[in-house]
Each structure stands twice: as structure tokens, then as C-alpha cells.
């Protein structure tokens, strides 16, 4: 079933990153690119502040939990719910870093480096249910997590935050 999820995952995320790098098009071609870097880094610096723990605001999000029969679901079902939860659709982001990156899309990021964003989100995104489901049930999965998410949040910000600017740099 994790291979119909993952799927899902990554046909969702790559419909909304195509999506975003479409609309992009437009600004990227008409906005000179100071203009767009200096809007981009608006928003970089207070997502990454939120990352870091030293600033607090929601970000949008549609906050469906994962159904608990998820895993005793169809291939198609699998697949499904991957794709909605790439699209956005049925998720719950406790990150702005998703919401960054598609910033990222639309302003500076070049066309076909919007799909390795995609991949690069459904990569991420697999990784915490397969992380989680390896762990027991008793626990321990979301205590280790609760233990290391003041040093792993930073972690991904910078990442992420460094892929970026290699992508809008076309390295």
C-alpha cells in the first residue's frame, strides 16, 4: 500500500508544484528579478523565524487528520489519499516550509526545478509516515519527535532553505 500512497503523493505534489510554476510563469517573466528576490526574502525570513521557534503565526492548512482505517485501504484508496495529501487537500502542516516553497515556485524558483520541489515534498512528506509506523504503538515515535523537534525543525529550515536558493541560483 506505501508504494500507492507514495504515488499519490508525488502525483499530487507535482499537479500543484506545475500548477504554481504555470502561474509563476507570469511574474517571472515580467517582475525583474530584484523585485521578486526581495519579495521572496519577506516571506523567507519570517518563515524561517517560525522555524527556529523565535516567531508564532498560524499558517493555512486544512487540518484533516489521517483517517485510522488509512491502512487497511484499497491500492486506489492508497492512492487517493496520497494524492490528496500532496495536493494539500487533506492534511495537517504544523511546517510553513511547504507553504515557503511554494512562494519559492511561483517567484523565483525556474520551471523545471519546480518538480524536483515536488519530489522533493512527497519525499519528505512519505518519510514521516513510513519514520512512524517502524515505531510502536505505544508512543514512543511521537516522544522521540517531541524530544528532537527543536533541533530537527531547524534542520529542515536550513535544508530547505538552502535548496531553495540553489534552485532560484540554477545550480
Known sequence: MIRYFGT????????????????GA?????????ARE?????VVVPVLLREFGLLRFPVPENA?????????????GALQFGFEMGTGVR????SALPHLVLVAIVL????????????????GRLAMPLL???????????????RSERIARPLLALTCGGTLVA?????
Open 8 to 23: 499519490g503523493l508525488l502525483l499530487g505534489a507535482v499537479l500543484v508544484a506545475f500548477a504554481a510554476a504555470v502561474l
Open 26 to 34: 507570469l511574474p517571472q517573466a515580467l517582475v525583474p528579478a530584484v
Open 38 to 42: 526581495v519579495l521572496f526574502g519577506l
Open 64 to 76: 484533516r487528520l489521517v483517517p485510522e482505517d488509512v491502512q487497511h485501504m484499497r491500492e486506489w
Open 91 to 94: 492534511t495537517y502542516s504544523p
Open 108 to 123: 523565483v524558483v525556474p520551471f523545471p526545478a519546480a518538480f524536483g520541489a515536488a519530489a522533493g515534498f512527497a519525499i
Open 132 to 146: 512512524s509506523n517502524a515505531w510502536s504503538d505505544d508512543g514512543a515515535w511521537s516522544e522521540l519527535w517531541a
Open 167 to 171: 534552485a532560484m541560483l540554477e545550480w
